[in-house]
């Protein structure tokens, strides 16, 4: 398959996926990492987010999730288990209330079946904000990857109430035939 513009960049920059660009265009819009000591990364693998983060907060606290393995990365303590069970990360929850940014670039398995994937991205994003806001402390930040889908005005109706502001952003590494799109909130 043609590889496109960005997964050529990554590769040649050597970073492990195309979608450190998107974080990275954000960062450079809202100053992510401003002030953060401690960090959960959901939907980690390969990793590109996770070593953004390490490299932008080196000695800081970093915690990462994946259903998939996860090559290490300085300073980050992986984690291989379904979002759905993080109850049961004892290292995660010890860090309850301490964690000022929550990044999800989670995507679930894609069906085909448009009302079927709308649910479970529903689903997804709803537990994402859920563990966001408890392991957070109330000062913090939350970046999410959702879709534009019917239930897209839904879901932001929910980060709003629990974010005192809340921004869409299209990064330019997103691509544009994908309904891909992120949420960022901030208190
Ligand atoms: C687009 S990738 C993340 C890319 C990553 N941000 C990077 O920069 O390399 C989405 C990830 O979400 C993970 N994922 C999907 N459902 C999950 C779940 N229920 N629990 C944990 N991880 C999940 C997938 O395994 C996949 O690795």
Redo the contacts with the bound molecule.
């Keep these: 398959m043609r590889q496109d513009y960005w997964a050529k960049k990554a590769k040649l920059k050597g970073f492990?996926?195309r979608?450190?660009f998107k974080?990275m265009e954000i960062d450079q819009k809202v100053d992510l990492f401003k002030n953060v000591k401690s960090i959960l990364?959901?939907?980690?693998?390969?990793?590109?987010?996770?070593e953004y983060a390490s490299k932008k907060c080196p000695n800081k606290n970093i915690f990462a999730?994946?259903?998939?393995e996860m090559e290490p990365v300085d300073n980050v303590s992986f984690f291989k288990?379904?979002?759905?069970n993080i109850d049961q990360i004892k290292a995660v929850n010890d860090k309850k209330g301490t964690f000022d940014l929550v990044i999800s670039?989670?995507?679930?398995?894609i069906t085909g079946i448009g009302a079927v994937d709308n649910e479970s991205i529903l689903e997804?994003n709803m537990l994402t904000l859920e563990i966001a806001v408890n392991l957070s402390k109330t000062q913090s930040k939350f970046l999410v990857?959702t879709f534009q889908n019917n239930n897209f005005k839904y879901f932001r109706s929910f980060m709003e109430k629990k974010f005192s502001l809340v921004q869409n952003f299209k990064p330019l590494a997103s691509k544009n035939r994908s309904s891909e799109i992120y949420l960022y909130g901030e208190n």
Aim: hydrophobic share 45%.
């Design positions: 492990r996926s979608a450190v974080i990364d959901i939907g980690s693998s390969p990793g590109g987010w996770s999730i994946d259903l998939l288990a379904d979002i759905k670039d989670l995507a679930p398995n997804l990857k």
